[in-house]
């Protein structure tokens, strides 16, 4: 039960967390541009920017090689 409730449940809890909110994450938004390119708008999309490495030792515990895998 230690182990369930230490290591399991706050991963699975993070999985949940990012699953949900991933959409309003990365829909795209409209900002004004100002008066001085009046009739334009500025469309904003968040896109990845490239690769994450994460390096975690294997003799600490499962959530620490897993949480910052999960939210990268």
Same mark, same amino acid.
Do not use: N
């Given at each position: 039960?230690? $182990? =369930? *409730?230490?290591?399991?449940?706050? $991963? =699975?809890?993070?999985? !949940?967390?990012? !699953?949900?909110?991933?959409? %309003?994450?990365?829909? #795209? *938004?409209? %900002?004004?541009?100002? &008066?001085?390119?009046?009739?334009? @708008?500025? +469309? $904003? @999309?968040?896109?990845? @920017?490239?690769? $994450?490495?994460?390096?975690?030792?294997?003799? *600490?515990? *499962?959530? =620490? #090689? &897993?949480?910052?895998?999960? +939210? #990268?």
């Amino acid at each position: 039960e230690e $182990v =369930m *409730f230490s290591e399991y449940l706050p $991963v =699975m809890r993070e999985i !949940k967390l990012c !699953k949900r909110r991933l959409a %309003r994450w990365t829909h #795209a *938004f409209q %900002r004004l541009s100002g &008066l001085r390119y009046f009739p334009s @708008r500025i +469309d $904003v @999309r968040r896109e990845p @920017r490239g690769s $994450v490495l994460i390096i975690s030792p294997w003799s *600490f515990p *499962f959530q =620490m #090689a &897993l949480l910052p895998m999960i +939210d #990268a």
